[in-house]
T-cell receptor
Framework: TQLLEQSPQFLSIQEGENLTVYCNSSSVFSSLQWYRQEPGEGPVLLVTVVTGGEVKKLKRLTFQFGDARKDSSLHITAAQPGDTGLYLCAGALTGNTPLVFGKGTRLSVIA | GAGVSQTPSNKVTEKGKYVELRCDPISGHTALYWYRQSLGQGPEFLIYFQGTGAADDSGLPNDRFFAVRPEGSVSTLKIQRTERGDSAVYLC?????????????FGEGSRLTVL
């Protein structure tokens, strides 16, 4: 069973559209991270959230950690072709446990 | 170098052969992680080192897989009697302290293909 479920698995949108991707679990996480991965490269960290209800913004990207620390969302405003990639959420069950990754959402933004 | 370096970038081997994959982390990073990523999947945790010791090896799938980090820097992932199901991209990551809130810096991975 997958500890972190990401949805949708695939998303293809036009440049300028808004989108939201989700990361859900039945487990409580001490922290959660979002990474972006491009083909042939390793994942690169976008954000870390640690407090339930926390919202962080990174330019056109808005990240939210659920109040119960079981889920998270990533909202992208006015998507651009450069946003294309695999978006991975990763959570730690405790402060000392390694990150567990979801399967990712593969986003394609068409110009 | 400035980032995490992994060699080889590509390895093709035959079923039953022995393979070693090397990871050179960012200088000064005490924590080192190995993950495996199959096509269409997210990275799957294999093993985590804090310094020279394996702090958590619960993700190693079986005893054919082994990893070392003898001097607390470079790590080698060793796979014996490779099977076709071992084909994947093996990712190495390092972080400064190993806290779960710290950033993992990933290498570009070693793509292993077992024929």
């Amino acid at each position: 069973t997958q500890l972190l479920e990401q949805s949708p698995q695939f998303l293809s949108i036009q440049e300028g559209e808004n989108l939201t991707v989700y990361c859900n679990s039945s487990s409580v996480f001490s922290s959660l991270q979002w990474y972006r991965q491009e083909p042939g490269e390793g994942p690169v960290l976008l954000v870390t959230v640690v407090t339930g209800g926390e919202v962080k913004k990174l330019k056109r990207l808005t990240f939210q950690f659920g109040d119960a620390r079981k889920d998270s969302s990533l909202h992208i405003t006015a998507a651009q072709p450069g946003d294309t990639g695999l978006y991975l959420c990763a959570g730690a069950l405790t402060g000392n446990t390694p990150l567990v990754f979801g399967k990712g959402t593969r986003l394609s933004v068409i110009a | 170098g400035a980032g995490v370096s992994q060699t080889p970038s590509n390895k093709v081997t035959e079923k039953g052969k022995y393979v070693e994959l090397r990871c050179d982390p960012i200088s000064g990073h005490t924590a080192l992680y190995w993950y495996r990523q199959s096509l269409g999947q997210g990275p799957e945790f294999l093993i985590y080192f804090q310094g020279t010791g394996a702090a958590d090896d619960s993700g190693l799938p079986n005893d054919r897989f082994f990893a070392v980090r003898p001097e607390g820097s470079v790590s080698t992932l060793k796979i014996q009697r490779t099977e076709r199901g071992d084909s994947a991209v093996y990712l190495c990551a390092s972080s400064l302290y190993g806290s779960s809130t710290g950033e993992l810096f990933f290498g570009e991975g070693s793509r292993l293909t077992v024929l």
